[in-house]
T-cell receptor
Framework: KQEVTQIPAALSVPEGENLVLNCSFTDSAIYNLQWFRQDPGKGLTSLLLIQSSQREQTSGRLNASLDKSSGRSTLYIAASQPGDSATYLCAVRRVDSNYQLIWGAGTKLIIKP | NAGVTQTPKFQVLKTGQSMTLQCAQDMNHEYMSWYRQDPGMGLRLIHYSVGAGITDQGEVPNGYNVSRSTTEDFPLRLLSAAPSQTSVYFC????????????FGPGTRLTVL
């Protein structure tokens, strides 16, 4: 059974720091992996989608990597800003069971001014 | 485009009551889904649809019904509300079921007393 874990559950860092959020999954047979951002009281916004054949994706100050063999993905945020404060969730899409998304519980990130 | 809209934003029900959570999208997406989000847990798939007239169960379908009569709308019905259904419910849509980014609605916070 695919399980997705995000550690730590919460993280607080000063503004301007570069930081890494972690996502691990137990089954390497995935179709793709996505990172989302969730702001309080709002829906989820897709940040990056990495196909299983890719190693990384970049969008602005965000870079996501994927290592299927080790069951890990990281989301790198450069030069963090208070506006980056949110909960970040990762989800892997299975290649069986109708390609459902399996979600981590998220990392709540606080950027201190 | 309004994207994915959900109504209501908040709802309080008594045990045994029924209600329908509304979801609509204006992006002509074929794939729509309903998730619930509980504290400390990843999102869990309730039901999904790959097109008008086609629905299927997700991970936690018990106590919920769905139908998809049009491409745009995908309502979720709670048949007889229970306190265990207290949660935040998200509707999502995407062009296809597997390779594309999912777009989420703002969520409905449901409390069952």
């Amino acid at each position: 059974k695919q399980e997705v874990t995000q550690i730590p559950a919460a993280l607080s860092v000063p503004e301007g720091e570069n930081l890494v959020l972690n996502c691990s999954f137990t089954d390497s047979a995935i179709y793709n992996l996505q990172w989302f951002r969730q702001d309080p009281g709002k829906g989820l916004t897709s940040l990056l989608l990495i196909q299983s054949s890719q190693r990384e994706q970049t969008s602005g100050r965000l870079n996501a990597s994927l290592d299927k063999s080790s069951g890990r993905s990281t989301l790198y945020i450069a030069a963090s800003q208070p506006g980056d404060s949110a909960t970040y969730l990762c989800a892997v899409r299975r290649v069986d069971s109708n390609y459902q998304l399996i979600w981590g519980a998220g990392t709540k990130l606080i950027i201190k001014p | 485009n309004a994207g994915v809209t959900q109504t209501p934003k908040f709802q309080v029900l008594k045990t045994g009551q029924s209600m329908t959570l509304q979801c609509a999208q204006d992006m002509n997406h074929e794939y729509m889904s309903w998730y619930r989000q509980d504290p400390g847990m990843g999102l869990r798939l309730i039901h999904y649809s790959v097109g008008a007239g086609i629905t299927d169960q997700g991970e936690v379908p018990n106590g919920y019904n769905v139908s998809r009569s049009t491409t745009e709308d995908f309502p979720l019905r709670l048949l007889s509300a229970a306190p265990s259904q207290t949660s935040v419910y998200f509707c999502a849509s995407s062009y296809s079921s597997i390779g594309d980014t999912q777009y989420f609605g703002p969520g409905t916070r449901l409390t069952v007393l």
